[in-house]
Nanobody
Framework: QVQLVESGGGLVQPGGSLRLSCVAS????????MSWYRQAPGKQRDLVAA???????NYADSVKGRFTISKDNAKNTVYLQMNSLRPEDTAVYYC???????????WGQGTQVTVSS
């Protein structure tokens, strides 16, 4: 059973930055892709950013130019660097991994990000 553990969330003022981390219990080479999703109260869970095993990245339009997804294969970790944060970025952020072949999804427990003055 794959385990994903997120960290790095918190309270930040508008315009500030945070870096989220997601540590996997096994080598991230085994995953087709890893992603960050977010879910605000009363809303659906939406894709924020994704990175494939080959390093191809994809971003939601709302975060392009502000957020950067990256990974450290040696540490089995995926990061989400979030800059120029806005109140509308407030949400629980979830790490997701898709396995090779059958694209089975695994989820972390989520980390809260609150952007407020």
């Amino acid at each position: 059973q794959v385990q994903l553990v997120e960290s790095g969330g918190g309270l930040v003022q508008p315009g500030g930055s945070l870096r989220l981390s997601c540590v996997a219990s096994e080598s991230i080479f085994t995953f087709y892709a890893m992603s960050w999703y977010r879910q605000a109260p009363g809303k659906q869970r939406d894709l924020v950013a994704a990175i494939t095993s080959s390093g191809i990245t994809n971003y939601a339009d709302s975060v392009k130019g502000r957020f950067t997804i990256s990974k450290d294969n040696a540490k089995n970790t995926v990061y989400l660097q979030m800059n120029s944060l806005r109140p509308e970025d407030t949400a629980v952020y979830y790490c997701n991994a898709l396995t090779m072949g059958n694209y089975r999804p695994y989820w972390g427990q989520g980390t809260q990000v609150t952007v407020s003055s």
